[in-house]
């Protein structure tokens, strides 16, 4: 006989804990987490750690200390789910039965589509700040160089947090200035998208920046191709096609992403839809073709930037109806799109982006321009929501 939960939830990351822990306290008595990894990681510390403002072990704690109390962990890793029969496969073969399902086991990174960008990133001029393993050498790259080139790329397609690529670069260039070296280091950032975020108010901001630190911003432009012997990215011009090499002394690259490949072979991704993200209503969360199937974080396959931020709010909607559906009651619950990045502008203050799936500004505080470079907006982000995240998101409480 396979186990059964009443609520299986694939994925102990951001979305997965959050979520557990609301459920919980709704009074939902059975609730599962399928999490493979022992340690629990805060992401968005990761830009701080590559910009030399955090340690590594401020980001990191065992899975068994974020798991809620009353929540069943089952350390193992989903391989597959079949939606018709209600169950999920797990790596260790074993089966688990559920009668309502959250999908939330994050993203994965495409090393492979840019040819040498793996072995790149761990070769002696080259990292990315997006594994946790790798933000501190981008750090001690970056804080090593006194001349030369420093490249940081952005790619194109949904990825986490997407202007955070730029982050531990203006850190760097920050900290550069202090030392009185900036002005020998060229910097370029590669970005696909026509502007440098996308939101105009957010592009005044982070333009003007660009040019107080004197960063060649190249737009329209993605890497593909690094040749980490000859220290050389390729990058194209995605209209004209063009092709130029350039050559770095340090290259921090963010890895294309997409849903996870066991992921994309299920029935939940949309028929077609190449990222493999699971097909749910952008409102409701729920399942378009399962209605016992959830998504949210990450891997869902909504039209947001991808953030925590965003994901704060999916959890409360996700809770809600899912509760809702389990009584047989309409859903009460509805998300509006709305995701954050918290952009690291210099060593001590932050533009506070804050915006909808549609790139119009949504500040928490109406009508207060939030995305102004700020003092406040850094203390928030680099010493408030570290503690929000341990001791109340992760709670369920926030
Ligand atoms: C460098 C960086 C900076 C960021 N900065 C910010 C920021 O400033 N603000 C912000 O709001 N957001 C930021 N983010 C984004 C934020 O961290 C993510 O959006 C968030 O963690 C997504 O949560 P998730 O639960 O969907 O995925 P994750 O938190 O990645 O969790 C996914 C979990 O699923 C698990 N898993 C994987 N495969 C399986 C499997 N087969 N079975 C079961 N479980 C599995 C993983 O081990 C992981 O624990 C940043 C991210 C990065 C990388």
Redesign the pocket.
């Known amino acids: 006989m396979a186990a059964r939960h009443e609520v299986l939830i694939?994925?102990?990351?951001?979305?997965?804990i959050s979520l557990a822990a609301r459920l919980h306290r709704y009074g939902v008595t059975d609730v599962a987490v399928?999490?493979?990894?022992d340690h629990?990681l805060y992401?968005?510390l990761?830009?701080h750690i590559a910009g030399g403002r955090a340690q590594a072990t401020e980001a990191i704690r065992s899975q068994l200390s974020v798991t809620p109390t009353g929540v069943t962990w089952i350390h193992d890793?989903?391989?597959a789910i079949d939606a018709d029969a209600n169950t999920v496969t797990l790596a260790s073969g074993a089966e688990v039965a559920y009668g309502q399902l959250v999908v939330?086991?994050?993203?994965q990174y495409d090393w492979d589509a840019v040819p040498g960008l793996a072995e790149a990133v761990h070769s002696a001029h080259g990292s990315s700040?997006?594994e946790f393993e790798l933000a501190p050498k981008t750090w001690t790259l970056l804080s090593g160089m006194t001349s030369g080139t420093a490249v940081f790329t952005m790619p194109a397609g949904p990825i986490?947090?997407g202007g955070?690529s730029q982050k531990p670069m203006y850190l760097a260039c920050d900290y550069w200035r202090e030392q009185g070296v900036l002005d020998s280091i060229r910097v370029v950032m590669v970005q696909p998208y026509p502007t440098v975020f996308g939101v105009p108010e957010i592009d005044d901001e982070l333009d003007r920046k660009i040019a107080e630190y004197g960063i060649e911003l190249r737009t329209n432009s993605e890497l593909v191709a690094v040749d980490a012997g000859s220290q050389v990215a390729t990058i194209r011009d995605t209209g004209t096609g063009a092709e130029e090499a350039l050559r770095y002394d340090v290259l921090n690259a963010v890895p294309p992403q997409s849903a996870?490949d066991?992921l994309k072979a299920t029935d939940l991704p949309a028929p077609g839809e190449p990222g493999g993200f699971v097909e749910v209503d952008r409102q409701t969360l729920r399942h378009l073709r399962y209605p016992n199937v959830w998504s949210l974080?990450?891997?869902a396959g909504t039209t947001n930037s991808?953030?925590?931020?965003a994901?704060r709010k999916q959890t409360k909607v996700v809770a809600q109806n899912l509760v809702a559906a389990r009584k047989g009651k309409a859903l009460p619950a509805k998300y509006d799109g709305y995701s954050?990045?918290?952009f690291t502008v210099s060593r001590s203050t932050v533009v506070f982006a804050e915006f909808d799936d549609r790139y119009r500004p949504r500040p928490s505080i109406p009508r207060v321009p939030t995305w102004n470079e700020s003092r406040l907006s850094w203390v928030v982000?680099r010493d408030i929501f570290p503690q929000v995240y341990w001791n109340l998101i992760l709670k369920g409480r926030a």
Do not use: R
């Open positions: 694939i994925g102990g990351g951001n979305a997965g399928v999490e493979p990894k629990h992401q968005p990761f830009s890793g989903a391989a939330c086991p994050g993203l700040h997006y986490k947090c955070a996870p066991w974080g990450d891997a991808k953030s925590g931020g994901l954050v990045c918290p982000d």
